[in-house]
């Protein structure tokens, strides 16, 4: 081969026929794996909105290349999310759908009043579903767009039956005694002693190598919780969730100063900014994000990465659907400080067209596209309907107003 410059290599290589190969390599379509290229032309064209009777509240976002993204709201104020995201609409048909961020800042900001369960939901629901679109355009799954994958698997939680079945190592249960949460400011010493001996029982029947947390649902008193997480310790529980309301971050703080077992919290608090100030009081050990409701994909990896600088591991809220466990599993794959994640057994056979399939305690990797899920729509459709009311929880005793 003659000596060659950089300006005339290309044209040596092609003296030693090897232009040919180069044209052919960089001027191939586009496989499966790319369906669309970086400059072609993607715009929204359609928001659709599904609630179901179990108040669970999709959106679908459809695209001029038929690509369409899945995402899922919260499920509270299902109607009203629904109603939301279609305000949104307006704003996004004709805009790229691969300006995630953009569109994240866009949705947030543009109104005055900023923040609340709801905005958050409809932000959140709408950046999933720009995510599977952008992740099924460019042919990979969502976690390879933030970083690639941080781990071969992600091991998850479920209820105690999943352990007794021999499908987990770890599950939740509820702090109860008599049949009822402990609501009271000052719950009796015998109450304690009850709950405590359930939660020991438990202990003793699965053994120290099974981790079992403890949901306070945010329904406890901080006086009663303080009795409570005093004298469970002895039995080390894998967490305490929520042991006092999460409004109340200072109370929260205080409780998780005088106890070794993590706290956890983070399923009714949204954006970083909800929970900075979790992370810089010391409220909580571990943070438990609601993908539906906290702000995304987009929000939780800012999360993720505002939590490892304070040694604080994720381990993502999932009380909904396949898109919420879709998109908290694309968070768990790419971030390095997962811990475990939320109701990882559910295989939503009845959404799905390939339903989840959890194995020894831990979900696979997702292999598809975006989310790497795929939405069986007759299935969903079948589902839509008015969503259930409310739970009516009162005292027994004086008829108030209690926690559920």
Not at 32 to 49: F, H, M, S, V, W
Not at 203 to 230: C, M, N, S, W
Not at 335 to 354: A, H, M, S, W
Not at 368 to 397: C, F, N, R, S
């Amino acid at each position: 081969m003659p000596h060659c410059n950089r300006r005339s290599f290309i044209q040596c290589l092609a003296g030693a026929g090897a232009l040919a190969l180069l044209d052919q390599r960089w001027s191939a379509k586009p496989t499966n794996a790319a369906q669309i290229g970086p400059k072609d032309r993607l715009k929204i064209t359609k928001l659709e909105t599904f609630v179901l009777k179990n108040s669970w509240v999709f959106v679908k976002i459809s695209t001029n290349a038929g690509i369409t993204g899945w995402g899922e709201m919260l499920k509270d104020r299902s109607k009203t999310c629904a109603a939301g995201a279609k305000q949104v609409e307006a704003y996004l048909v004709g805009k790229d759908p691969r300006r995630v961020t953009h569109h994240w800042q866009a949705i947030y900001r543009h109104a005055f009043y900023r923040g609340g369960p709801v905005l958050t939901a409809v932000v959140s629901g709408i950046d999933q579903a720009l995510w599977d679109i952008k992740g099924k355009a460019l042919g990979v799954p969502v976690y390879e767009l933030l970083g690639g994958p941080t781990r071969d698997k992600i091991r998850v939680y479920g209820s105690q039956g999943d352990v007794e079945q021999g499908k987990l190592n770890a599950f939740k249960t509820n702090i109860t005694a008599d049949g009822r949460i402990p609501f009271r400011y000052v719950e009796s010493q015998g109450y304690v002693n009850r709950a405590v001996d359930r939660f020991a029982a438990l202990r003793e029947k699965f053994g120290p190598d099974v981790d079992i947390g403890i949901d306070f649902h945010g329904a406890v008193q901080p006086q009663t919780a303080l009795l409570l997480i005093k004298a469970l310790e002895p039995y080390q529980p894998y967490f305490y969730e929520e042991p006092v309301a999460c409004q109340h971050v200072d109370a929260m703080a205080e409780i998780a100063r005088k106890t070794h077992i993590p706290v956890a919290t983070g399923e009714r608090i949204f954006t970083k900014w909800g929970f900075r100030d979790i992370l810089e009081k010391k409220a909580a050990a571990i943070l438990q994000p609601d993908v539906c409701y906290a702000g995304g994909i987009t929000e939780l990896r800012l999360i993720a990465g505002m939590a490892e600088a304070y040694y604080v591991p994720i381990a993502p809220h999932n009380p909904q659907g396949p898109c919420s466990l879709a998109a908290s599993c694309q968070i768990a794959a790419a971030i390095p400080n997962f811990l475990i994640q939320e109701r990882g057994t559910n295989t939503y056979e009845d959404l799905l067209k390939v339903p989840f399939r959890q194995e020894n305690g831990f979900l696979p990797l997702p292999t598809g596209t975006g989310l790497g899920i795929e939405i069986d729509e007759d299935k969903l459709l079948a589902q839509v309907g008015e969503p259930g009311p409310y739970p009516e929880t009162y005292d027994a005793d004086d008829g108030s107003v209690i926690d559920w």
